[in-house]
């Protein structure tokens, strides 16, 4: 699937790719409006440049990594959108500190910044 969507981004209208991208189930909190948002912003990046930053940063490109963190002798905090139920269920499989931003999809840090910046400095603060 990351092969399919690096390939769109480098050959469509990203504004095309974007609408498509932002209907994916992990946006599913997002409504239309914010949608909209992204698009616009997101379609003024490099389409190329965000090919290669997908298949770099793919999940599914990356080592599963659950096993080591699950047998860490560190802290672990893990932060997601209370609205992201992928990565709610990959949160499951881990030993760790769940914080859930509330009010927030995937795009956490977007949906509410202010609780990701509590949240950051509570634990800092700890």
Not at 5 to 17: D, G, I, K, N, S
Not at 27 to 39: C, E, M, P
């Amino acid at each position: 699937m990351t092969a399919h969507w690096a390939e769109r981004f480098r050959r469509e209208p990203l504004e095309q790719v974007f609408a498509d991208w932002y209907q994916q189930p992990v946006f599913a909190s997002l409504n239309a409006a914010q949608r909209w948002s992204l698009v616009a912003l997101r379609s003024r990046n490099n389409g190329a440049t965000l090919a290669a930053m997908l298949q770099a940063t793919s999940l599914a490109a990356q080592a599963d990594l659950r096993a080591s963190l699950q047998a860490r002798d560190f802290p672990f905090h893990y932060l997601c959108g209370e609205r992201d139920a992928k990565f709610r269920a990959i949160a499951q499989t881990l030993a760790a500190d769940l914080h859930l931003i509330h009010y927030a999809g995937h795009n956490a840090h977007r949906d509410n910044p202010a609780a990701v910046i509590a949240c950051l400095a509570q634990i800092l603060a700890s």
